[in-house]
């Protein structure tokens, strides 16, 4: 095992932040959209199994749940209503502990039931318009876990020791482009805007490109088929949509343009109608892991982990644990040093090893003009040091606070 | 429509390339991988589908079957032998054209037929030891696409429109580390090597963590159980991985150091030992999309794209095509400009366009010491142009070679 | 086509009717029983199937939803309590008109939607304690039916014309031992005594062997865990079954015997304890068409057809059709005649002609001591020919009253 | 337990046999008929599971394999070729016993790999046509059983107890009709007629109506398309049928007609063509249990038990013992008394008892005429005592010979 001075690995990289090179790419896949469902859902089993483990046996067991499939259905929305054909096919899959030792006799755990419940439950708030009872099935495949992984949790010592040899990244802080998606699809699924704009679906899209200091804004939004009587009001939706975006834009120092629904030909009746909320309904399909990173953005001119967070246990799993301790980490040293412009943390695990002890722990550093990366690393180490022997914390953040990829 | 140039955008970015940085992560999961192993088959599919309609309609019909979810077994593989006791599930789920109006009357696609038999043949080329009739059950769910996403593709004009507002990421040139990584999975997973070390089956996993010159090289592999008699075999088998991976890696100017299936605790019985050589076949699920990238990496320290490229059409799905494109338009600015360090490539399309008429490219470069941007912009804008005007040629790079995630 | 005076044939076959044999056997599988749950969801499918088609197109259009599969889940029921851990599976398959060509374009038949909503709604009114969100999984497989069958349909005049080439068959009157099973299972799945005995589940199997006058009936009762807080309460809920079918049997002329739960041995802990009410729960599985027939009973001693009547549409489907036709002619000989102590008909159609045009209609009668079969056959003859002629009312029959298998 | 005089209950029923009645009905469906693939595959997984428990452990252990769904596919088929579209899915549900406790230790029962390649091997030998690999889907939904019936199971003595209060039904002799609608269908799925007449498929059904002397029998054969040409053929092949029909029913004394395809309509090109030789492939579905009784008839005219004899374990499963027993018993009536004309025999177990102890042996006779009942109870007795002392030989019999629905 590795002493500090050697897995903490600080050095300066580059001298053009993102926010101040030419082109920046952001993406957020709303929580109506498919991919993002299915990290909902992974997610939603992993944490009413985690509590179903702390309940009954004082501790989480062993599971991972991060496998999901999302197969759209079929649907046939039109101008104040429409119907669902073909269901939305939901499953899980993954590992948990099915049958636990207890004083003498087997207990079984109740997987099927906890599955099915996190699902629904997961599903009912996330749509308004989705009826549970028809339009969507809801299924799982999640078997007892190899012998030997079971074997080697047993195992554990107070720290948990890592599932795999892998890694986690962060990095702080969000540029302007990155805070106004993350912003605009919060804004279009929050409960007031359902209010004021009820026509707008849970399923949006929003794709920001930078050239400089204009910002186009891609917005695509599943428009439901109830609320919207005629071509009109469908029109008149979608304007409403690009007007408030625009006003949230303006809170920024960006010169924002807005489309929505670009793909609609309406002189042709192509347009964005769902009866649901979510594009699911008619054919777009879904898996765990594939859309939004843990802070909710999908960031090609950012070091990504490709680890999905969702679904993994919060005891002993690195693709999660270490994707949201990285990005703590690296919020701190931006937060409490004041003197980066950017900071990225890779954290890379060692199977079988305590999880609060990583092989390496590398952090990635812009400073601010000026300043000398030699002075910060004292503090940067401080924190590094810090955030892992409060590791275990992490897991009852991820637990006690609401999921959202 | 932007102009030229507008729509090129070309900057410098960083100091330091990912070769000179202190730290550099790099990951690759082997062909029987289950994440790997979604990938090919989602891939499959899609290249027998494209198949089959060039050959019955004279031109590549919509479809997108990117999302697969394998489901893993449960086995009892022992010294010399055991079985698989529950199969493994794959299934590829997605859209396709499946009725075709063709002279007055509707053509049926058999879509299921042909996807069982690519899934079945991906997968027979990929493992020796798993038994096609017993180890596995193979499904499908493709549906037909919302009539509307058919249409948009059925109004195409001679250059495919773009079926999404999505983008594409590619760099150049590989580092040490990485292509290190490369071959040591293509090496343990040739042919060659199979008949020297038949033990070692197809779901091999490479990660490498370089400290300076220093790489610490993880390898798991998973062992084929016929091959072991004993515990001896199982540690020689190891042995010779190890030996023959620190051979590949004298070929480079690193200091490596190889641990093989680093979870192994032999004294408590537990090792990584399989029937059919894949974890797939004891608990380990995969998705499409979550593994290597379309260059075979997982490279947390560049700039990736999320979009799976597995699976989806090569006519006129940017998620595929625009990663591909831009992968080569890196590579060429590299080999042909040589005065560049690194370059990353982003393109984004605008959905309803034409693919040869991408939003923005935007080109990132790290000159070579001494060397100023200027000098380079026509080079690179011309190599892009180039690429852009050949864009067509893409479709048929893909289909003509070997799938390889 | 064969003329009346040829088609109708009736004959004498007997000399003892089975109330007057020795042996007599008769079982009834209640609606809780996983067999009877596969009928009743085939038909409830079926149902919804044609007010649908009826309320959209007018007419009822092609469907055979005949085949469903129910398959058991797993359980851990214990005094007071107890939970299901693997859900219940229920898929109902078959074939139905999924798309109608209506005013030059293609509606699309919502048949997902339909089937879930029929197999909830069903399985809500059979079980009070089964938890439809967690305990069960509901699925279909139906689908477009070969273009062949659905032209044979479309083809068709006034009289529907038949599917198939195959019989029905009934008989009339009942036996008292008959009488007696269907009364007690009908008693134990009463509401009424729902609230007297609460424990006593839905899934109820009666099964009666008479010797002479001499009757076993053998009850077997899921009994409701959360009403069961201990032996004692389960062996007062099991002396109550017994004593309230005592009871029961006391209104006929037999000397009956009851046994309650005949498998149960206390001493090992071994009892029928179920957390939902249904032995589905925790591993027996259903098929459409194996349990009761078209009479609500299994009768070993009666002609039976082993065509399942649930699911079939009640247009043109003779599996269905002729079961119930050839039960109301043999109710209204036995009834009108007054003359035949049993009477037995089996009726045989020609696939591709009208249903009121059967190849044979046979009619198998045990006149009353000391009547002469001839003068019986023109009444006979006038009974199947009133119901010929009325054969669509059938249909209307089926529809309006509950299903009950 | 009653005494043997008591529970072998003999009476003389009925003047008029089956054969002097003037109507009777006799169906039989085809190897390739859904139903009875459902009943054959079915009946391959319990046969392979027997033989897995009797090598591994040395006797048969609990399982219930008799339910089934086959999910017809989708298919183009036209003359000369043509292709399945949607694959065949057929699953075998049911319960085994998946773990064993053997020495210390737990043995795992490969039941999927077990049920798979029971279940192809079943179908490799039913159809000559039939592409495995692209046609059809393997599944299999077979759990461990509650843990009470294991624990019943495990109490066991020598001879077996009952699993059940259920009954079997037999009887003898056959007819002639019965005979003549058996020969059909074996004659035109043997091997030797494949080779003469190719086209005709392995879904063959046999209906035949007996009106005194005169039979109409009805021949229903999915042809195979790769080896009809053009309609010609398709005429010439269902006349070769005909032919070949009539010849076999020369050797009965009864006046026969045959009618082959009769729904055909080929001038508006309605006929019975098929890519595989099953209807299953594109839209008839079947359940395990729905077809032929255990002595592969279908009969309407004769007591029958509504048990599936497949996919039930041979040794404590009574719907499947008691099948056969009662059947071989009045064989045995029938053929070493040589004074009945027509002999019925039902067997009820009693739950938790014996097997060789039935609670009723119910023997119901016609007597040839002129011959008293009182003189053959005797000998009736000591054939159902001999049979009964011999019932653990009936398990040797199901195993050693090919299953036949």
Redesign the interface.
Known sequence: MPEKSNFI?I??????AVYE???E?V?RKGKGHPDTLADNVSEAVCRELCNYYLKSYGSILHHNVD??????????PSFGGG?????I?V?V???AVTHVMKGGSI???????IA??AM?ECIRRTFRHL?L???I???Y?I????A??V??YE?GEKVPLAND???G?GYAPLTDTEKLVLEVERMLNSDEYKKKNPAVGEDVKV?A?R?RRKV?L?V?CAMISRYIKNMDDYIKAKEDVKEDVLKLASNYELDVDVEVN??D?PS?G?IYLTVTGTSAE??D???????NRANGL?T???????E?VAGKNPVSHIGKIYNIVSTNIARKVYEETRKVKEVYV?M?S???YPIDKP??V?V?VVPQDGVSLGGLKYDIESIVEGELSNVLRVRGEILNKPFEC
Chains 1, 2, 3, 4 share one sequence.
């Not at 078997?143 to 190899?146: A, D, L, P």
């Not at 090609?300 to 490709?306: A, K």
């Open positions: 690995l050095e300066g990289i580059a001298q053009r090179q030419e082109v790419m993406e496998k999901a499939l999302i197969v759209g259905g079929r649907s046939a119907t669902v054909c073909e269901p096919y499953v899959a993954g590992r207990d079984v755990v109740p997987i099927g039931n099915l419940r629904r009826n009872d028809e339009d099935i809801l299924d495949k078997k007892q876990g190899s030997d992984l074997k080697v195992i040899t892998s890694f990244v794709l490109v050239r186009d891609t695509a670009a793909a030909k042709l192509l008619a054919g399909d879904g898996n765990t892991g594939r859309g999908i090609p001119n950012r070091y990504m982990s490709l999905a890779h890379l060692r199977i079988g092989l390496v590398s990635k």
